[in-house]
């Protein structure tokens, strides 16, 4: 039984910010939020305590890296990704589109499904919008995506008319192919950057029905405007009663102007990523830890930040443990750039409720980028 | 103040074991214990929490490594190692005489003191037995450990004798420069595998008078034999009201091994290591989980043991994330092994304790190897 639900609780007046609450059979999750990538079945470089501890609601797992290693036939028998990762809460799992889009050469997109090659061993592969859900159901996913076919930036309209349609007979058959399963099912809007088929995209989506939608293809080359401007117009013409969700995007900047757009859910990698490489998110930008003027820096990170990191260690510490190449580096700056993600998403959430969202919103931008001019200043 | 004391409160009857507690001005240490190595401020892949939760109640760290990167006037003034790596309980730091011997041509020793240049940039460096001691105060050692002369193995007597000579007037200087410090300060015996020299080295320590006694030296590449009757022979020469450490040993065989040879303290790096290596201890030896047989196993790593690792996690998570190099693999390996360690302490007090040390030691060893062994029996 499918036990997936959403309320809306609040809406900004002046922006299309919504505020609400997502139901599932393993917890809810409140909207707007931001969804931590596992892609191995791990949020990199964090045990699960400290994903809950930390205040996420919900993390994204990649069903194209666990089909491949260690395998979902392998996990379900185990009895599911929940149970392999020690992750109570929900998980929403991707198709394995994007990923495969991805792949370049190694892929042949057919009507039946796609072709590729493994890009751990080079083994052959196909999956088809069936196989997709299949696949899903195995893991245990609590909010599953429809196959889709990804497209490059920039791609003459014929191309992606023909693409479109393609992703919509896909949708069609993952929704059938997810009849009777317990997790819920979402549809993925495509049409590349023409208003136009986004409007077509998202009319015979709803025509097929799903218990959320997505905005797909976003965020793969073209410049910022133009993604801001599809998805400002294809935004509002989803179905106001279900979940918006931005796939793959992005920095805190798009998070706080894609709320003000109607969006509900986002995930990306950049958090996680950047905390790997020593890029460290404050409310007045990104800090580089190697920096020798972080050398003898008793401050934490950010000082108006509540994570584990913040409230034990020094920036000194930090950048000590990220030039000496320490795990421990890894760890520590994963919780911080995820709490900030996460805090950020409360502080949106906090805004809608109490009408000052569009206050917010102005504060910080006003705010946001300071950090990185200041070391900018400092260096010249 | 030294506020450092040693209290004795069991023996084995039948071997050299004796069971105690040091106490310190950050806590207490059960002994015979094992302290986990934490090279560059930090044991590597672990927050200071999961050491607590552990039962870790002492770490080790290394004055060279933290003298070179990121300093110890640095760490001084960011109010210590302790708060820098926000670790509470106490702190043993050796001396840097072992690493700055395993520098090989980059050191050459006088007199004086260690001419060395640093592994990291090739800069020049002089460490003297003051310097030395100056280096762990600054940090806020709780035990701090003289400097001493690392020998090769085998070494002509004549040059062990003059090497140990050298080392006794260190340790001399060293007794010197600690003069009101706060920590307490250990020596080291030194004297290759001459017994006799061993002999003299404690006798010479011994009249300069230190809070504890080290064995140094050992398993530098002599058989292990060897490497017992040099320790079952000098350990029980050394005071019996002193703790009395073994530096750098060792496996979970030497630790059973060594403790009936009247040993209190050990430090090594191999559980870490091995965690990251992908080798877990279990009661009946190492697994290598890497290994295809534990794809799809849902056992913990050995089912006998409390860590986190093992109540949360399957063998094929374990695999699973070991084989797709996830760095969540190195920390949840390491909380396991620690806890093998910090777990086989635990068992060996409460079996001296109660009087049934030679018999835990039996089944110790009657069980342990056995699951490299049924690798072996399975693979052939």
Same mark, same amino acid.
């Given at each position: 039984?499918?036990?997936?639900?959403?309320?809306?609780?609040a809406y900004?007046?002046?922006?299309e910010?919504?505020?609400?609450?997502?139901?599932?059979?393993r917890?809810?999750?409140?909207?707007?939020?931001?969804?931590?990538?596992g892609?191995?079945g791990?949020?990199?470089?964090?045990?699960?305590?400290?994903l809950?501890?930390?205040?996420?609601?919900?993390?994204?797992?990649?069903?194209?890296?666990?089909?491949?290693?260690?395998?979902?036939?392998?996990?379900?028998s185990?009895?599911?990704?929940?149970k392999?990762m020690?992750?109570?809460?929900?998980?929403?799992?991707?198709?394995?589109?994007?990923?495969?889009?991805?792949?370049?050469?190694?892929?042949?997109?057919?009507?039946?499904?796609?072709?590729?090659?493994?890009?751990?061993?080079?083994?052959?592969?196909?999956?088809?919008?069936?196989?997709?859900?299949?696949?899903?159901?195995?893991?245990?996913?609590?909010?599953?995506m429809?196959?889709?076919?990804?497209i490059?930036?920039?791609?003459?309209?014929?191309?992606v008319?023909?693409?479109?349609?393609?992703?919509?007979?896909?949708a069609?058959?993952?929704?059938k192919?997810?009849?009777?399963?317990?997790?819920a099912?979402?549809?993925i809007v495509?049409?590349?950057?023409y208003?136009?088929?986004?409007?077509?995209?998202?009319?015979?989506?709803v025509?097929?029905g799903?218990?959320?939608?997505?905005?797909?293809?976003?965020?793969?080359?073209?410049? %910022? #405007?133009l +993604?801001? &401007?599809?998805?400002? @117009? =294809?935004?509002?013409?989803?179905?106001?009663?279900?979940?918006?969700?931005?796939?793959?995007v992005?920095?805190?900047?798009?998070?706080?102007a894609?709320?003000?757009?109607?969006?509900?859910?986002?995930?990306?990698v950049?958090?996680?990523?950047?905390?790997?490489?020593?890029?460290?998110?404050?409310?007045?930008?990104?800090?580089v830890?190697?920096?020798?003027?972080?050398?003898?820096?008793?401050?934490?990170?950010?000082?108006?930040?509540?994570?584990?990191?913040?409230?034990?260690?020094?920036?000194?510490?930090l950048?000590?443990?990220?030039?000496a190449?320490?795990?421990?580096?890894?760890?520590?700056n994963?919780?911080?750039?995820l709490r900030?993600?996460?805090?950020?998403?409360?502080m949106?959430r906090?805004?809608?409720?109490?009408?000052?969202?569009?206050?917010?919103?102005?504060?910080?931008?006003?705010?946001?980028? %300071? #950090?990185? +001019?200041? &070391?900018?200043?400092? @260096? =010249?």
């Amino acid at each position: 039984m499918n036990t997936f639900s959403f309320t809306l609780m609040a809406y900004d007046r002046e922006t299309e910010a919504r505020r609400g609450k997502i139901q599932t059979r393993r917890g809810d999750i409140q909207t707007p939020t931001f969804m931590p990538v596992g892609t191995h079945g791990t949020v990199k470089a964090l045990i699960p305590e400290m994903l809950v501890d930390l205040g996420a609601e919900i993390i994204l797992s990649n069903t194209y890296h666990l089909y491949l290693r260690p395998g979902h036939g392998l996990i379900n028998s185990l009895g599911g990704l929940h149970k392999f990762m020690n992750w109570t809460r929900p998980i929403l799992t991707d198709s394995g589109g994007f990923q495969i889009y991805s792949l370049g050469d190694l892929r042949s997109v057919k009507e039946e499904g796609v072709y590729f090659r493994s890009h751990i061993d080079g083994s052959s592969h196909f999956l088809s919008p069936e196989k997709a859900i299949e696949v899903q159901m195995a893991l245990g996913s609590d909010i599953m995506m429809v196959l889709d076919e990804c497209i490059p930036y920039p791609l003459e309209r014929r191309k992606v008319e023909a693409s479109l349609e393609k992703t919509i007979r896909w949708a069609k058959r993952c929704k059938k192919a997810h009849d009777g399963a317990t997790g819920a099912l979402f549809g993925i809007v495509q049409g590349g950057m023409y208003k136009d088929l986004r409007k077509k995209g998202v009319e015979d989506l709803v025509e097929v029905g799903f218990d959320g939608y997505a905005l797909g293809g976003l965020s793969v080359g073209e410049p %910022k #405007e133009l +993604m801001y &401007e599809v998805i400002n @117009e =294809t935004a509002p013409l989803l179905p106001s009663d279900r979940p918006r969700y931005l796939m793959g995007v992005g920095k805190p900047e798009d998070l706080v102007a894609c709320v003000a757009m109607g969006i509900d859910m986002f995930d990306c990698v950049i958090p996680t990523r950047c905390a790997r490489n020593g890029l460290l998110f404050t409310k007045r930008g990104k800090l580089v830890i190697k920096h020798a003027r972080y050398r003898d820096d008793s401050r934490p990170v950010d000082e108006t930040c509540d994570c584990y990191t913040c409230r034990h260690f020094s920036r000194a510490y930090l950048r000590h443990l990220f030039m000496a190449k320490e795990i421990l580096a890894m760890t520590l700056n994963t919780v911080h750039n995820l709490r900030f993600y996460v805090r950020l998403m409360e502080m949106i959430r906090e805004a809608i409720e109490t009408g000052t969202f569009r206050e917010f919103s102005k504060d910080f931008f006003s705010q946001y980028g %300071k #950090e990185s +001019m200041d &070391e900018r200043r400092q @260096e =010249t």
